[in-house]
């Protein structure tokens, strides 16, 4: 079993940043892959950015390459996403999530967060 918790959401101006934070807790050790995720209202739950625990490999979505840097901090078995230069598109509930590998792909992940609600205004 794997706990993930999420925070650092919030409100934000077209342009500002926010970092989101994951704690794991658990049988972390199983599982190399963490990933971030987004849904927003009516739309389908999408990939954000992922980042292989062991090897420090990184995959971002188009929509988050230049402005997301997935990171961790493996002493604190924490993950983070630094978003940058936010815009109002990037409003979501942001889900952390843990797989034994990492992929952009929903089906590759086996535990979910409770997600984060991410409000960007114009």
């Known amino acids: 079993q794997v706990q993930l918790v999420e925070s650092g959401g919030g409100l934000v101006q077209a342009g500002g940043s926010l970092r989101l934070s994951c704690a794991a807790s658990?049988?972390?050790?199983?599982?190399?892959?963490m990933g971030w995720f987004r849904q927003a209202p009516g739309k389908e739950r999408e990939f954000v950015a992922a980042?292989?625990?062991?090897?420090?490999?990184?995959y971002y979505a188009d929509s988050a390459k230049g402005r997301f840097t997935i990171y961790r901090d493996n002493a604190k078995n924490t993950l983070y996403l630094q978003m940058n230069s936010l815009k109002p598109e990037d409003t979501a509930v942001y889900y952390c999530?843990?797989?034994?590998?990492?992929?952009?792909?929903?089906?590759?992940?086996?535990?979910w967060g409770q997600g984060t609600q991410v409000t960007v205004s114009s």
């Open positions: 999530a843990a797989g034994t590998v990492a992929r952009p792909s929903l089906s590759s992940y086996d535990y």
């Open positions: 658990g049988r972390t050790y199983r599982y190399d892959g």
């Open positions: 980042i292989s625990w062991s090897r420090s490999l990184t």
